[in-house]
């Protein structure tokens, strides 16, 4: 047989990303855009060119434990895999986490964070996981005021020196539960030395890095989140011996593999509170605000990378006498997925611009107030959309889209993390619930939505806003009605929640097509809002059968 398909290809991913440049120009001004965009040249570059293909040529290379030394000694030392060492370098000279804490951006730093990891991650095997924890450390040590730590770490989570920079794991998640961590079990005593940490981490994420945060509760506090303080861990000694932890196993997950994820004991770990002895769960706040938005923005740049593949194979496969890309039903296909990809980057976005106004202390009150709601919100919706669309993705490569050596399947493996980690879909929901009880939010909420839509003008837009605007209202109908039963408010959580996240999207999809076409950009984002309408946006059920539910749950 004389046919081989031709695989599809990534060219720069800055350039070759015009929704990304339109939504940069629209929110950057000028001069600074322009300013940035050697940066993001570069980065498109290593991101479609280099790192893509030292991803796939590293394919195999995952995480390894060494738990022995040849001559007994218990060492415990993971090595990662190649392409991560080079991330790490990376990721210090190009200032991937500094750039959010230098701000010389101002408020608009984070969005210029976030731009430059969404041009690399893909290509970078989920590098972004330890990245995430090692900012939101980097937020919670400045948001609690801990001088020394501040002094000593900040400097090192921020740098952009390879040989002085540091990640940072997250080690909350125990057997007794995920997102539940009131149920922590992990203790802390005083000893001479200070506080020593005794327990199991059952999941560790970053278990690699030079420090983490972590849970425990001081012996003889109560139990629950009150209970527990957030302790400060750096995980090796002077010598560079482990800190009183030793690493059971390397967990063998469905995706995520080149992540170092791992179960740990903690048998004397030296240990420093970061902010008193209580209110552990309360002072991961900052934290989760910021790695929450990683999660949403994780999900973004995901559901580019298998766009942009699947964009490209159409050009290449043939079939039935002509390319996929010319073949009405694929080409609709793929047409309703890159509708939910440019929702859901705008929202991503949208709670990445309010952390910055947030962090720069920019942001008026109502912000402050949508900025808590709009995070779980990005959150979870990404989360599905990037699982709905990775999954689509790899049904448009046929057979190719289901053979590892492709690095098709990892793609979609990857992404079924980020409507887990952080929260699931449910707990983010009930978290946007409990956003909601903070007087004013609801109408923050709404006023965002309208303020959004009312700069909308163009006539072809205009089934997008008044769908927007029925969402809303049947959000608004429902949630008053739900309060009086708490049964009910809890069951409908998820749908409640999913379509204050679409009617956002919608409301910013809208807008940002309203701007296009008055700057020369093109109906590209007015067929996606069009077409993201049509997808669905009102998911709310007004009845419900809970005794049905009970059956069949």
């Known amino acids: 047989m004389s046919f081989f398909q031709a695989p599809p290809v990534l060219g720069n991913q800055y350039d070759d990303d015009a929704f990304l440049q339109g939504y940069l120009a629209r929110t950057l001004p000028p001069e600074m855009f322009r300013s940035l965009q050697d940066d993001f040249r570069e980065l498109g570059e290593l991101g479609g060119k ?15 434990l060494t738990q022995w030394d040849p001559w007994g000694q218990r060492i415990d030392h ?28 101002g408020a608009l730093s984070r969005v210029h964070q ?3 990891n969404y041009l690399v991650q893909p290509s970078l095997d989920v590098y972004s996981c330890p990245l995430a924890m090692t900012d939101g450390a980097a937020r919670s040590l400045l948001s609690l005021g801990n001088q020394a730590l501040i002094d000593h770490a900040l400097p090192r989570l921020t740098s952009r020196d390879p040989a002085t920079f540091w990640t940072s794991g997250q080690w909350m998640t125990e057997r007794t539960g995920g997102s539940d961590v009131g149920l922590t079990l992990t203790e802390a005593r005083q000893s001479p030395e200070g ?10 994420s970053a278990t690699t890095a030079q420090m983490a945060l972590t849970l425990a509760r001081p012996t003889g506090n109560g139990p629950g989140g009150k209970g527990l303080a957030l302790f400060f861990v750096e995980t090796r000694d002077a010598q560079g011996r482990l800190n009183g932890i030793q690493i059971n196993r390397l967990k063998d997950k469905f995706g995520t593999r080149k992540v170092p994820t791992a179960e740990l004991t903690l048998d004397g770990t030296l240990a420093t509170p970061v902010a008193g002895l209580t209110d552990g769960i309360r002072n991961m706040a900052m934290m989760l605000n910021v790695t929450r938005t990683w999660n949403a923005m994780g999900a973004t740049w995901a559901m580019r990378r298998a766009l942009a593949l699947a964009h490209d194979y159409a050009k290449r496969r043939v079939q039935f006498g002509a390319p996929l890309s010319e073949k009405p039903l694929h080409v609709d296909t793929l047409a309703g997925l890159e509708a939910e990809f440019q929702a859901g980057f705008l929202l991503a976005f949208r709670a990445v611009e309010l952390l910055g106004k947030l962090e720069t202390r920019t942001a008026t009150e109502q912000e402050l107030l949508l900025q808590r709601l709009v995070t779980p919100l990005a959150k979870l919706t990404t989360g599905r959309q990037v699982v709905h669309i990775t999954s689509e993705v790899s049904e448009s490569f046929g057979g190719a889209g289901y ?4 690095g098709l399947p990892r793609i979609q493996a990857d992404a079924q993390v980020l409507s887990i980690w952080e929260g699931t879909t449910n707990v983010l929901s009930l978290d946007a619930l409990r956003a909601l009880a903070k007087e004013g ?10 303020g959004r839509l009312s700069k909308v003008t163009d006539v072809g837009l205009r089934p997008c806003v008044k769908t927007a605007h029925d969402a809303l209202e049947h959000a608004r109908a429902w949630v008053s009605g739900a309060m009086a039963n708490p049964t009910t408010m809890e069951a409908g959580a998820r749908r409640f929640s999913l379509t204050l996240g679409r009617t956002l999207e919608l409301a910013l999809l809208s807008e940002h097509a309203q701007w296009c076409l008055e700057h020369g950009h093109g109906p590209r984002s007015r067929a996606a809002a069009r077409r993201f309408r049509q997808n669905g946006v009102d998911l709310i059920q007004d009845e419900v059968d809970l005794d049905d539910s009970r059956l069949l749950g």
């Open 50 to 64: 280099y790192f893509y293909e030292f991803q796939q040529r590293d394919r195999l290379n995952e995480p390894v």
């Open 78 to 105: 993971i090595e990662v895999s190649p392409l991560w060492k080079e991330a790490e370098a990376l990721t210090a000279k190009k200032g991937l986490v500094a750039v959010a804490y230098e701000q010389k951006s």
């Open 114 to 116: 976030f731009a430059l």
């Open 195 to 204: 506080w020593r940490l005794y327990g199991t981490k059952w999941f560790t």
């Open 403 to 406: 053979v590892e050596d492709t």
């Open 441 to 450: 939010t609801l109408e923050a909420f709404f006023h965002e939505v309208e």
